[in-house]
T-cell receptor, first 109, second 116 residues
């Protein structure tokens, strides 16, 4: 089966840095995605990693280690609007995505 | 990026009725679209893969006679929830991938279904 694990909830302070971890064990691997989802809305794309290493995009960075089945999403200079759920998803080769349970991030003043 | 639309965005219906949700790729052709459902505070669960011109592929535990999927064109897939019950109340989201080498998946805005 497919197994994707993320922490359920995290809390951080405005202006700080937060790292959201994701570990996966899947039957196949064609890449890992991170999405942001605000309540009642569809997920929006944040990042995609298929090779090991760090991908940086503005305040957001994502890291992948395929040998360890591990990824993290790093959010810098946190803003209140970053309060949302962050979904880790793996393309197992079926073209559809398998999602983790999501991490609800609460940014406090 | 590519745009995917869904209609309606929100629907309330009586138990026993059927509801059709449309998913359209607005500026690209999608031979494959995906239907997910999401319960409150839960993540997205794949329901089925919709293939243009052929039968949909359903995930284990998803009743194909209850959730009818039609992918009649390269830009439109529909999900019909038949004989809806309150437990079908959920957030339904479709997504599509472009036909190129990119692995990016584009999501529609979702449809909130409430069955009374």
């Amino acid at each position: 089966g497919q197994n994707i694990d993320q922490p359920t909830e995290m809390t951080a302070t405005e202006g700080a840095i937060v790292q959201i971890n994701c570990t996966y064990q899947t039957s196949g691997f064609n890449g890992l995605f991170w999405y942001q989802q605000h309540a009642g809305e569809a997920p929006t794309f944040l990042s995609y990693n298929v090779l090991d290493g760090l991908e940086e995009k503005g305040r957001f960075s994502s890291f992948l280690s395929r040998s360890k089945g591990y990824s993290y999403l790093l959010l810098k200079e946190l803003q209140m609007k970053d309060s949302a759920s962050y979904l880790c998803a793996v393309d197992t080769g079926r073209r559809a995505l398998t999602f983790g349970s999501g991490t609800r991030l609460q940014v406090q003043p | 990026g590519a745009v995917v639309s869904q209609h309606p965005s929100r629907v309330i219906c009586k138990s026993g009725t059927s509801v059709k949700i449309e998913c359209r790729s607005l500026d690209f052709q999608a031979t494959t679209m995906f239907w997910y459902r999401q319960f409150p505070k839960k993540s997205l669960m794949l329901m089925a893969t919709s293939n243009e011109g052929s039968k949909a592929t359903y995930e284990q535990g998803v009743e194909k006679d209850k959730f009818l999927i039609n992918h009649a064109s390269l830009t439109l897939s529909t999900l019909t929830v038949t004989s809806a019950h309150p437990e079908d109340s959920s957030f339904y989201i479709c997504s599509a991938r472009t036909s190129g080498a990119s692995n990016e998946q584009f999501f529609g805005p979702g449809t909130r279904l409430t069955v009374l």
